[in-house]
């Protein structure tokens, strides 16, 4: 802005907006703080929202795959079908198509490198409403499909690595697949998968078939594969992301409340110059533009960077919990740019408007005089707090209605938290006043203690925002840290309950009798704990809706009665089993929760053979992970009613003295002599069962984990930036006592003092606030999202480590200050308390 | 070119309002310098306030150059402000992010009136010269209120109003900054009305006025 010549001629509003901008050439540590709280919103926010368009990418382009729009026929015992039943089944009018499905690990793939999913087609009878027929449709383009070398497909993230495998036919990109998807010709997908005939067969939804009674037809709707749960995951990350975005607000908020109040001088000044009101509000409002614009940026890329780190651990969960596949490679539409920029310019113009609105408002002879500004903060702040009642009283209110009538709404749940977070925090001054009024009483004989309370009061406009940060982020971590920690209790404890059996066989179909005959004979096992699958479909006359729904069929030995998890209590357990054996069926809570089903109540399903069977619920149970509704009936009933085909088989081991791991490979070494090696390679030990259980259930609260430190971390780095932002005017208000005759050691004690007390009462404050939020992810939000409900554990360790966590966060947050503070000259406070 | 007639101004108390001018007649001709002498709060810096249209009056009319302020919207009077007047604070209100020299053409520059010949004369009369760039803390008080008094002359205005100017600073350095005063006073024909307490500082001036209970009288510097 400096130079004479020549005259410079850039109107009111460059000229103040010039002026306006100069306060943080003076102060960087301004600027540095409100664009770190907009880089910090904004790329969590941003992170969030990469990570939801990336998946959304995948699931459209999986939709927009054919498999997705056809009917699947397979055998209904699980056996490959054969060249000859397709061939009989085109000669009897039906128009269906072969298609092989499978994995595929491309040559040069690093150890333990997913596999990729190989599709074949065959695009000469594959239906023409497939987008991929459409693709091969030309002569041409049909003719290279056809004829070696052939051509193959390849999703763009992995083209590259497909074209370096030299047993694969010339790659074509093809955007619209799904990740890790290769699709080729039928011919070459058997060569390289080693398959003689087709996995199963497609057809188009309307054509009509009549199967034979080995086949089975499942509906295309019934293969779609991100469901309601999968947006539901996706809408606890925006939740996350949102809380995020509004605790980096926080920041921007202090920041920009202190680069005004310090610049409240300035205002009168250029008021008295000749600026109009309006003038200035506008500059503002531009300076508010300028910063929002380049925290954008900041924020955004920042975003994707973070999106690129948390990708993977989010896919991994996606696909373990829901079977949906997302790719590991960004992928973002042009919305996601500019709803950033929309996002954060909003979240600033929220912080700010408040803030422009108060300057137009303030006269100009009271513009300057920061006494004449906190007396409208007071009363902003009693505003604040009764605000912050109504939210409270309104959160109590949808608790109490969310807990009378059993209703699991996620809309209603999130509505609930985000009035309590909000009222609690707009709450928290007022809290904090009083606790220091009240200190203030109980010691106003010790002259320090009172200045230092006083002081507080005086601090409290600056210091609320900070704070507030810090009892979001405190309760968000004590009430998502009880969640999964509890989750993580009952998720053992369930695995213990129902992975009870020490080996699981996975055998072919046609060895499975005989296998079960021969482990019975065995003298180490000591029960046998067959399971089968099967498929109905759940016929809900209420909804008058039909949906898919697994059925799972289990032998309830005395070892299983004894463990298997039932949401009853203990004395009517024994009865619920007898009802199972008398032909009731327990179902699973998502099923209970989504068709709103209690013991006593009936079911109707319908089998693949197009019978129905009305069925009594006679009890509920737990089973966390699965997306799906379930019913269970013993093994017998599921092979004998719905034809159910051979499954697993669980094997208990006897009692007995050595080593369990030394039983179990002699077991498996002699059933390896018996029925040969890859019947003993399907077995797989309990404890390998449980620890891959354990890894997936981590994997999936990983991004959690990660988004509840963040928060945590934004919010003590608003704490140290509004602490060294304001360390100029703090050492002005330190320095007439440190001339008075307190010593600086004492002024760094008191202020570290302040601060911790401070950060202890709002730790006060998110100990409810945090466990209200367990309680409401837990038995609201989880039910609604996830279809299951956990207990409510409470971990007095958390509650501690949440005090200490607080005093951890200030005391850090101190640090930096006191010590300049420890280390100023005598001259230099000299100089603040002349200037004071 | 300054008119007051009947201004009358007063602030609420929970005991009534309290008035602080009352019936004020005045009037400033071009060039002209006039003392407004008074009591602590006597009302002195309200009528400056007033004249400068900082604020409004309960009753009366302010005219400036025949136009009446109270026809004048917020906006128009910062026009008014920024073009016509130069305002000189006993606290100087410098603003502390800007070097010395964009501190000094800040009015000049908000009101588009900026002459490097006139700004580098001001520079050489108020001895600021060599200190362009530094940064109003980084000088002494004197320096300060010389800054200050060349701020508000920077747009070539034509009233200055000083609102005790020199009352932050020793007998000595008061005295060479009224001396400046008054010589870039008159080399810029500027008239100036000016609120202080002190006869020594009222001396000087073509006309003294006194307020007493919120009226004026004729003074005696």
């Known amino acids: ?836 | 070119m300054l008119q007051l007639t009947d201004v009358a101004k007063s602030y609420p108390t929970p005991q009534g309002p309290l008035f602080v001018l009352d019936g004020i007649d005045l009037h400033l001709a071009p060039g002209e310098s006039l003392a407004l002498m008074g009591e602590s709060g006597s009302g002195k810096s309200t009528l400056l306030h007033l004249a400068a249209g900082l604020d409004v009056p309960d009753r009366g009319e302010i005219h400036f150059h025949e136009r009446a302020l109270s026809a004048l919207d917020e906006p128009a009077r910062a026009d008014l402000r920024r073009r016509h007047l130069g305002l000189v604070f006993q606290q100087f209100h410098l603003v502390p992010s800007l070097a010395v020299i964009d501190n000094l053409t800040l009015q000049a520059r908000l009101a588009d009136r900026e002459d490097p010949d006139w700004t580098d004369h001001l520079l050489e009369r108020l001895g600021l010269t060599g200190l362009e760039q530094r940064y109003p803390e980084q000088l002494s008080g004197g320096q300060q209120q010389r800054l200050a008094i060349g701020r508000a002359l920077a747009p070539r205005p034509d009233l200055l109003l000083a609102d005790e100017p020199t009352g932050n600073l020793d007998e000595a350095a008061a005295d060479r900054v009224l001396a400046l005063l008054h010589e870039l006073i008159h080399e810029s024909r500027c008239a100036l009305l000016m609120v202080t307490h002190s006869a020594r500082v009222a001396a000087p001036l073509d006309r003294c006025l006194r307020l007493h209970y919120g009226r004026l009288e004729p003074g005696e510097p």
């Open chain 1, 1 to 836: 802005m400096s130079g004479r010549r020549p005259a410079r001629r850039a109107g009111v509003v460059g000229v103040t907006l010039a002026t306006l901008l100069s306060h943080y050439r003076r102060h960087p540590g301004q600027l540095a703080m409100l664009l770190l709280g907009l880089w910090v919103a904004g790329a969590l926010w941003s992170s969030v929202q990469a990570i939801n368009a990336t998946a959304r990418d995948s699931y459209a382009r999986a939709e927009a795959l054919f498999e997705t729009r056809l009917d699947r026929i397979e055998r209904r015992d699980g056996t490959p079908l054969s060249p000859a039943t397709y061939a009989a089944l085109r000669r009897d009018g039906m128009a269906v198509s072969p298609l092989v499905a499978g994995e595929l690990t491309l040559a040069g793939s690093a150890a333990g490198e997913a596999p990729l999913r190989l599709l074949g087609i065959d695009p000469l009878t594959l239906p023409g409403t497939s987008p991929l027929a459409r693709r091969t449709g030309d002569a041409a383009s049909l003719r290279d499909w056809l004829l070696p070398p052939h051509r193959l497909r390849a999703a763009p993230d992995v083209a590259d690595a497909a074209r370096r495998d030299p047993r694969l036919p010339p790659v074509e990109v093809d955007p619209g697949l799904p990740p890790a998807t290769l699709v080729t010709d039928i011919g070459v997908a058997q060569r390289l998968l080693g398959l003689a005939g087709p996995t199963r067969l497609v057809i188009a939804p309307e054509a009509p078939a009549e199967l034979p009674d080995a086949l089975m037809r499942i509906p295309a709707r019934q293969l779609a594969s991100p469901g309601q749960l999968a947006d539901s995951f996706h809408l606890n990350l925006t939740a996350m992301g949102l809380l995020a975005l509004v605790v980096g607000l926080f920041i921007v908020h202090a920041a920009l409340g202190l680069a005004l109040e310090q610049r409240l001088g300035l205002l009168r000044t250029l008021r008295a110059l000749g600026v109009p009101g309006r003038t200035l509000v506008v500059a503002l409002g531009l300076e508010l533009l300028t910063l929002g614009l380049v925290g954008a940026g900041l924020g955004i890329l920042g975003g994707v960077l973070l999106a690129r780190l948390l990708l993977p651990d989010v896919a991994a969960s996606l696909a373990s919990l829901y079977d949906s596949h997302v790719g590991t490679r960004l992928a973002l539409p042009w919305h996601f740019w500019l709803g950033g920029v929309a996002i954060i310019l909003g979240g600033l113009a929220s912080a700010g408007a408040g803030l422009l609105w108060r300057v137009a408002r303030l006269d100009v002879l009271a513009l300057g005089h920061a006494q004449a500004w906190r007396a409208r903060l007071g009363g902003l702040l009693r505003r604040q707090a009764w605000a912050g009642g109504a939210l409270i009283m309104l959160a109590a209110g949808l608790g109490g209605w969310l807990w009378l009538t059993g209703d699991r709404q996620l809309v209603a749940g999130f509505v609930m938290v985000t009035a309590a977070l909000l009222g609690v925090t707009l709450w928290l001054p007022a809290w904090l006043a009083g606790s220091w009024r009240l200190a203030a009483r109980l010691g106003r004989r010790r002259a320090l203690w009172a200045w230092a309370l006083a002081d507080l009061q005086l601090q409290l406009p600056r210091l609320q925002l900070p704070m507030m940060a810090l009892l979001l982020a405190l309760a968000t971590n004590l009430g998502v840290s009880s969640m999964v920690g509890g989750f993580r209790l009952t998720f053992l404890d369930w695995l213990d309950q129902r992975l009870l059996a020490d080996l699981y066989l996975h055998p072919e179909a046609e060895r499975h009798d005989a296998l079960q005959a021969w482990l019975a004979d065995q003298p180490e096992v000591a029960t046998l704990l067959p399971a089968r699958h099967a498929e109905a479909t759940l016929l809900d006359a209420a909804a008058q809706s039909a949906a898919p729904v697994a059925l799972f069929g289990i032998r309830p030995a005395a070892v299983l009665r004894a463990h298997w998890p039932l949401r009853l209590p203990a004395a009517e357990r024994d009865a619920a089993w007898q009802a199972l054996a008398a032909g009731e069926v327990f179902v699973n809570e998502q099923l209970a929760n989504r068709y709103r089903r209690r013991p006593g109540d009936t079911l109707t399903l319908r089998g693949a053979d197009g019978r129905r069977h009305r069925l009594s619920i006679a009890a509920i149970y737990p089973d966390y992970g699965n997306p799906r509704p379930e019913v269970v009936m013993p093994v017998a009933r599921l092979t004998r009613v719905f034809a159910a085909p051979p499954g697993s088989l669980g094997v208990v081991l006897r009692d007995a003295p050595g080593s369990r791991r030394q039983r179990l490979d002699a077991l498996v070494t002699r059933l390896a002599a018996r029925f040969g090696p890859a019947t003993a390679e399907s077995a797989i030990d309990q404890q390998a069962l449980k620890a891959d259980a354990t890894r997936v259930f981590e994997r999936t609260f990983a991004i959690t984990r990660a988004l509840d430190a963040l928060t945590l971390g934004v919010a003590a780095l608003a704490l140290l930036t509004t602490l060294l932002a304001q360390a100029g005017t703090r050492r002005a208000q330190l320095a007439p006592l440190w001339a008075l005759g307190v010593s600086r050691r004492r002024l760094v004690g008191v202020q570290c003092l302040q601060l911790t007390g401070t950060a202890l009462g709002t730790a006060l404050l998110a100990l409810p606030l945090g466990l209200a939020l367990a309680w409401a992810l837990v038995a609201v939000i989880n039910v609604a999202a996830f279809g299951w409900r956990l207990p409510l554990h409470l971990f007095p360790l958390q509650l501690l480590v949440t005090l200490g966590l607080a005093v951890l966060v200030a005391g850090l947050a101190a640090l930096l200050p006191a010590w300049r503070l420890w280390r100023m000259p005598p001259r230099q406070l000299l100089q603040e308390f002349a200037a004071t």
